[in-house]
Antibody, heavy 123, light 108 residues
Framework: QVRLQESGPGLVRPSETLSLTCTVS????????WSWIRQPSGKGLDWIGY???????DYNPSLKSRLTISVDISKNQFSLKLTSVTAADTAVYYC?????????????????WGQGTLVTVSS | SFVLTQPPSVSVAPGQTARITCGGI??????VHWYQQRPGQAPVLVLY???GRPSGIPERLSGFNFGNTATLTISRVEAGDEADYYC???????????FGGGTKLTVL
């Protein structure tokens, strides 16, 4: 059974870079697409972007200028870097596996999800 | 970008049927996926491609998608069904994943 676990600092200073890693266990990162999704406290879900096993990416247009998502197959991990953060980036960040085939032509969904990690942006 | 509209809350008595809607222009032309999120937990996929049920999801949960509305139906509601439910579509033309705002299901 595939499991995902997010890791990274829980507190980031404004204007700095938020960095998170998702470690995949119980299965290979190879052959799949992987996403980051966030959820501000008490609010809904917001898709951040995805990376494929081969390094192909697509990002939420609202975050694209600040965002980098990368993959490390050798470590079975993928990572997120979000620059120039503000309080608006405070949220629980989830990583998730995508299903459904090539996302440029097919509808994708997310299963499973990691447990999530709270990142607070504050000085 | 594509907008999905869900009612903020739905209340139902145990044993009754809950229907959670997800509205969007011509959503019937898209595949809709549904997630359940219990308090303090990560979302869990409960339906994919409108009607598909992942392993472990009971048959009490079903979906329908036509026109401008997709619906998640939960039959014989139990206390354990109390959660937030989110619909999701994949808008490949806009390079965007869209989630509905979520519906809080309360079991009375």
């Amino acid at each position: 059974q595939v499991r995902l676990q997010e890791s990274g600092p829980g507190l980031v200073r404004p204007s700095e870079t938020l960095s998170l890693t998702c470690t995949v266990s119980g299965g290979s990162i190879d052959g799949y697409y992987w996403s980051w999704i966030r959820q501000p406290s008490g609010k809904g879900l917001d898709w951040i972007g995805y990376v494929s096993y081969s390094g192909r990416t697509d990002y939420n247009p609202s975050l694209k200028s600040r965002l980098t998502i990368s993959v490390d197959i050798s470590k079975n991990q993928f990572s997120l870097k979000l620059t120039s953060v503000t309080a608006a980036d405070t949220a629980v960040y989830y990583c998730a596996r995508q299903y459904g085939g090539d996302p440029t032509t097919s509808s994708n969904w997310f299963d499973p999800w990691g447990q999530g990690t709270l990142v607070t942006v504050s000085s | 970008s594509f907008v999905l509209t869900q009612p903020p809350s739905v209340s139902v008595a145990p044993g009754q049927t809950a229907r959670i809607t997800c509205g969007g222009i011509n959503i019937g032309r898209k595949s809709v996926h549904w997630y359940q999120q219990r308090p303090g937990q990560a979302p869990v996929l409960v339906l994919y491609h409108d009607t598909g049920r992942p392993s472990g999801i009971p048959e009490r949960l079903s979906g329908f998608n036509f026109g401008n509305t997709a619906t998640l139906t939960i039959s014989r509601v139990e206390a354990g069904d109390e959660a937030d439910y989110y619909c999701q579509v994949w808008d490949s033309s806009g390079h965007l994943v869209v989630f509905g705002g979520g519906t809080k299901l309360t079991v009375l």
